[in-house]
């Protein structure tokens, strides 16, 4: 039995293969798993896991075969005995994603890792949370490589086959101008901002498909890292995410929210904890303070999803930004708003429309303008950051 499922796997990888995109994301040559014997690769649902995954098996010296845990011909069987089987057929590695869909698949991970020495194994799955939820030493083992969401950068490249080099936007080489004349800047980010920034675009209905993966991202993915999460919660997670999209202001009330569901308010800080955790918000504290608290701003990790629900604006333009940064720097709420927006590292940065003071920010970060202006920063400028 088990050595017809490989075979089907086999074919099944095949067919992937054939569906493999002629441009992937180059955020992709920034991971260096190469080499690497166990490895964790994690990031949001419809990122571009799977598409990097296989296509890097497909152009590695060692003979892979890549299988979704979630597979119901595979999900049956124990997965020690399936990974044994296609090591004993002679490959040299295995990639399984969504891992956490089989069962008791850290104790099997783990015990395959250290039966076959001389295999890799790389996994996959939605969140590093998983690890938090193994068996003890799995995440020793294990190099973690996270995907983030798609640039503007990279989304240029898929669209226009235009890539440039990062840039720092707190020290912008002008000469990204000259590269960029002949297109339109403004209308390229507006579409990005809007339906771009998962590479599901490419398949069409995005917003549709962005919906559908935030509810398997609550309802499907979270229960598996928390194991002591309740019906209950699931249902004030996905409320949390519909007042952030409309808030006029990015927080909400803790008291109310408490009342409103009947929950303590430690029980709701865990909740946050664990949405910030999963990835589906971001947290922005003033220095200092305790990761266990709502923070000053609360922000939907992908911008995109206020556009597709018709959300605020101003705090879409702001979650672009902390999505961004984040991801070169330490950023903070500022503890005086009559300063500035965001600390991000010692650099005070203000966020607005193009006609936003200054107040007392070292940067304004500004949408609808598309060349830098003294100390005014086009926000698309941002999705140069990697």
Known sequence: MINEIIDQIELTLERLKTYLPDRKRPYFDNIPIDGIRGALVYGLRGVGKTTFLIDKISNCKLNFLYLSADNPSISSLPLYDIVS??????????????????NKWSEHVKALYDDYPGNTIWISDSSNLILKRAVADLSR???????????????????????????????????????????????????YINTGIRPIFIEGEYCLRLK??????????????????????????????????????????????????????????????VMEQSELINIIRKPSKSVYTKGSKIFLSDPSVYSCFKGNVGNAREAFVVMCLKEKYNVFASKDEKDCDFIVDDIKVEVGGKNKKMKNADFVISDEIDVPVRNKIPLWMLGFLY
């Not at 089987?85 to 089989?102: Q, S, T």
Request: glycine share 6%.
């Open 85 to 102: 089987a296609i090591f004993k057929r002679g490959y040299d590695g295995v990639v399984i994603d969504e891992v956490h869909h089989g």
């Open 212 to 273: 559908g993966l935030l509810e398997k991202s609550i309802y499907y993915d979270i229960p598996f890292y928390v194991s002591s999460i309740q019906d209950n919660h699931l249902r004030v997670m996905n409320a949390i995410l519909g007042h952030l999209i409309t808030a006029p202001i990015p927080t909400i009330n803790i008291s109310g929210m408490c009342s409103e569901w009947n929950l303590g308010k430690e029980k709701l800080y865990n909740l946050l904890y």
């Open 141 to 191: 083992r294990f190099v973690q490589f996270r995907i983030p969401l798609m640039s503007f950068r990279e989304y240029l490249f898929l669209t226009q086959n235009i890539l440039i080099e990062t840039i720092d936007p707190f020290n912008i080489d002008k000469n990204i101008f000259s590269m960029l004349r002949n297109i339109n800047i403004l209308k390229l980010f507006a579409d």
